[in-house]
């Protein structure tokens, strides 16, 4: 029998063809403040990390100046994790990039069984301007809600790009399809927010354990606003890190976008096609619930 | 290499030859056939040698579809339910209920020699059993030591108690893989990457280099003895560079039997990282072996609900698996084809296959028409995806699939509509297309008479008619276990028929195919094959 090592957390990074899951698992691999870690990836040519941040390059495996070592996966998946859980220096914390076709959450289940493993979430990154047609998609619409299905946290990518009201249709889109999954943007993502979901997995506990440094929250509703009402809470919190959502402003009936971060905000009309309100609010873990933050707004109805 | 000719008298001699159909007389000299003809030959080239005046000979059959895994897997013992014969000739007996599976790995277990050592074993499928074997029958084996089935498809597992215990899995941490009795308790089988994995990290994986082991190639070439083919394939292929030194030594060696033509795989390669390898992999080739061709795999199987179907799976199950992003599929099908580069493209499920028609319509629209592309299995494709595979001048193989899984495709996947349809040879040459058969080894046996017996009176295991109007002719059979599956290869320049100037590659048959019952053709026997003029059987 294997000595007893910890078991480090296991995240699998999924999405379709396309979705970025490299641009992001290329920053992650970057990230000074990235845990001892190993990316196991599907193929080393994406891997495009600054050289000067590559302490050495061999056959199959990457290894970081911080300490992150990034593989490739080749045909065996087993193989790859099973080389790198032999490694001297066990990592703490595994990622693997599932590919483009498979389904992530049918990998991570093996870190609910295996002892040497510990479950670490599973993050499905959707392309915010290819989303909505991949999910009509006559090939690859079924592989596509598979995959977000299996989602514990969607992750959402190149969104600002878009226009406003197509920013919202998006964030409507996968938090109506996929309410069980936290929502939030690639951009917010950091190393503190896969490792926040890997403790909260391990222990069971709902995502705003105490020491959870990072939470996401999707705010819905059919009904109207009152924008200086959550103006003034977006101002006076001091849970949220980011704000960024669309509502029907209840005083003169227009659509507004609404952006914070931090205590910065901005408050524009828009065009975008919405009936009440659709928000992604980032903060710590002290951000009360989805329901609670729209109650204290003034709007009527919430999914979290 | 003597190059004196050597004339031989055979009972018959079925050349696929349409200039000369039956012969009884052969000339051959330096490896090849040098005359085809009746007695004739014998004031040209003296009296004839009577080795074969007993036998018929077809040309040397061609296994258009297998995997050199089939011999490295006989590195496990099998417990299959069907009766097989090991690459060295003797009959390993099918266990055919719990009972006699138990028996045997009781036996194989008592043959181990360290106390700890695992019990692998290989070949079972549960589709055979109503009570299938599980956790507590292999307890029954043995209670110390792990006991691991490998199903026959190699993708599932079942394992006993202290397998399971060893890998961590007990009933509170069931997940979608694990397979629990009624009890909620883990009932030993386990399906898919998340629950095997723990499995075979914890006792060792048997098969985790099995590509490399040069015996393992060995015994793949002794089944293709054993099964009368000259020529086959080995169709999905990493050919990293210790596998390709192996294949080139390992079937260099003299008494190697047959030709191998290996297909590189895709898998994880880009369009110009398979440009690449193909462009250097044919430097190694030499008389049996034959780099240079590409495997892409779109798709599952259809018994293992994997494939990508245009209908739903009638038991509700959703649908397969895309192999690859099916736009990646497409681009790398194209710019294979405008790179003249030969494809064997896995298609099972009839989504699979409509996908690979639409990306070859538009590569010889931008390219022109290059190579014959091959479509592997091809198991659902009907008469408008078969015309339009005729129309771009494609290739249709096609798998013995209706005999081992034809009661399930009609009971439990496809259902009663369209499994009578699938695997429709006929519909296929009535379009015009160039077919062959497979057996596509170790998922059934290697050979090609019961794969022809198959596509002639296409019966399922249970005995039932399974779409007969889907029936082909011995003769059209024939062809398509020998020149249909050459020509599929790109070989057929030097084998496929008895002509003058291929190789003398011929199967020597105890009878023949074309005049015993079509019942009959599974039960001929094969004596031995001639590889390159070398007579290599006769036991
Ligand atoms: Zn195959």
């Known amino acids: 029998m294997k000595p007893a090592r910890p078991a480090p957390p296991f995240s699998v990074v999924g999405g379709f063809l396309g979705a970025g899951k490299t641009t992001l698992l290329n920053r992650l691999l970057a990230d000074p403040q990235a845990p001892r870690c190993a990316v196991l990836v599907n193929d080393f040519g994406d891997i495009a990390v600054d ?217 524009a009309p828009c065009e975008a096609d919405i009936e009440g309100l659709v928000a992604i609010v980032i903060g710590n873990p002290r951000l ?17 | 290499m003597s190059h004196s000719t050597t004339l031989y008298r055979a009972r018959r001699i079925i050349t696929m030859d349409a200039a000369q159909p039956s012969a009884t007389h052969v000339a051959v000299a330096g490896g090849r056939i040098v005359a085809v003809g009746g007695a004739e030959l014998e004031r040209e080239y ?3 040698d009577p080795l074969f005046a007993e036998a018929v000979l077809t040309p040397g059959f061609v296994e258009g579809h297998a995997h050199s895994m089939e011999g490295m897997i006989w590195k496990l013992p099998y417990v299959g339910f069907h009766d097989r014969i ?8 099918g266990c055919a209920s719990v009972d006699a599976l138990v028996r045997r790995l009781r036996r194989l277990e008592r043959d181990l020699e360290q106390r700890d050592e695992t019990l692998f074993a290989w070949g079972y499928d549960p589709i055979y059993f109503q009570d299938k074997p599980m956790r507590r029958d292999l307890d029954a084996v043995s209670e110390s030591r792990p006991v691991v089935l490998f199903h026959s498809n190699l993708h599932l597992i079942t394992a006993n108690s202290v397998a399971l215990q060893r890998a961590g899995i007990h009933r509170g941490n069931v997940i979608d893989g694990v397979y629990v009795d009624q009890d909620g308790e883990p009932n030993g089988e386990l399906a898919e990457f998340a629950a095997v994995f723990p499995v075979l990290r914890a006792v060792g994986d048997p098969i985790f280099h099995a590509q490399d082991d040069p015996e393992g190639l060995r015994r793949f070439g002794k089944s293709c003895l054993r099964a009368g083919i000259t020529t086959t394939a080995d169709l999905y292929n990493s050919l990293d560079a210790p596998v390709v030194d192996m294949f080139t030594a390992v079937t260099a060696e003299e008494d190697f039997p ?75 099908m194209r710019a294979l084809h405008a790179a003249d580069i030969k494809l064997h493209i896995h298609v099972n499920g009839d989504q699979a296959s409509e996908l690979t028609l639409q990306a070859f319509a538009e590569a010889i629209a931008e390219s022109g028409p290059r190579r014959r592309h091959v479509l592997q299995h091809a198991q659902m494709m009907d008469a408008r995806q078969l015309q339009h595979a005729a129309e771009l001048g494609l290739i249709n193989l096609f798998a013995n699939h209706t005999y081992y899984w034809g009661d399930q495709h009609r009971d439990a996947t496809v259902g009663p509509h369209l499994a009578p349809r699938m695997n429709a040879a006929r519909t296929a040459l009535d379009a015009g297309l160039e077919i062959a ?47 249909g599956p050459a020509i599929s290869l790109d070989l057929d320049d030097c084998i496929g028929s008895v002509a003058p100037g291929k190789l003398a590659d011929f199967t020597a048959l105890d009878d023949d195919p074309l005049r015993v019952a079509p019942a009959d053709i599974r039960d001929i026997g094969v004596l031995g094959t001639v590889l390159g003029g070398r007579w290599q059987g006769g036991q």
């Open chain 2, 437 to 483: 058969i497979h057996c596509d080894a170790p998922v059934t046996p290697m050979g090609p008479l019961f794969t022809a017996w198959c596509a002639v009176n296409r019966r399922t295991a249970s005995g039932r008619e399974h779409g007969l109007q889907e029936c082909i002719t011995p003769f059209e059979a024939l062809r398509a276990v020998t020149l």
């Open chain 2, 86 to 93: 090991h690459p060295d000739g003797h009959l390993v007996e």
């Open chain 2, 46 to 48: 003296g009296s004839a």
């Open chain 1, 288 to 304: 009360p619930a989805a329901a609670d933050i729209v109650r204290v707004i003034g709007a009527r109805e919430s999914a979290d």
């Open chain 1, 51 to 267: 050289q000067a941040l590559i302490q050495s390059h061999g056959g199959e495996t990457i290894a970081m100046q911080n300490g992150c070592i990034c593989c490739t996966i080749g045909d065996d998946l087993a193989r790859g994790i099973a080389t790198v859980l032999d490694l001297a220096a066990r990592p703490e914390h595994i990622v693997v990039e599932a590919s483009g076709v498979a389904h992530p959450g049918r990998v991570a289940e093996v870190a609910r069984i295996s002892p040497e493993l510990a479950p670490g979430g599973v993050f499905v990154l959707a392309d915010a301007g290819a989303i909505g047609e991949q999910l009509q998609d006559q090939w690859i619409a079924d592989t596509v809600d598979r995959q977000l299905q299996s989602a514990g946290h969607i992750l959402v990518s190149k969104l600002e790009p878009l226009p406003p009201h197509h920013q919202a249709g998006v964030i409507d889109l996968l938090s109506r399809r996929y309410p069980s999954a936290s929502l939030s943007t690639t951009a917010e993502v950091q190393w503190a927010h896969l490792l926040e979901q890997a403790r909260d997995r391990r222990r069971g506990a709902p995502p705003a354990a105490a020491h959870a440094r990072f939470v996401a929250r999707t705010l819905r509703s059919t009904a109207p606003v009152d924008v200086r009402k959550l103006a003034h809470w977006l101002e006076h919190s001091r849970d949220v890190y980011r704000m960024k959502g669309w509502a029907v402003d209840r005083a003169d009936g227009r659509v507004k976008l609404i952006q914070a971060v931090g205590r910065r905000l901005n408050i």
């Open chain 2, 258 to 332: 047959a030709r191998i033509v290996p297909a590189l795989s895709t898998l994880n390669l880009s369009a110009e990282q398979v440009r690449a390898r193909v462009a250097e992999l044919p430097d190694y080739n030499h008389e049996k072996l034959y780099f240079g061709a590409v495997k892409i795999i779109t798709d599952g199987s259809i018994q293992g609900y994997s494939a990508r179907v245009r209908r739903p799976y009638i038991n509700g199950v959703e649908n397969g698996v895309w192999c690859d992003a099916p736009s990646r599929l497409q681009d790398m």
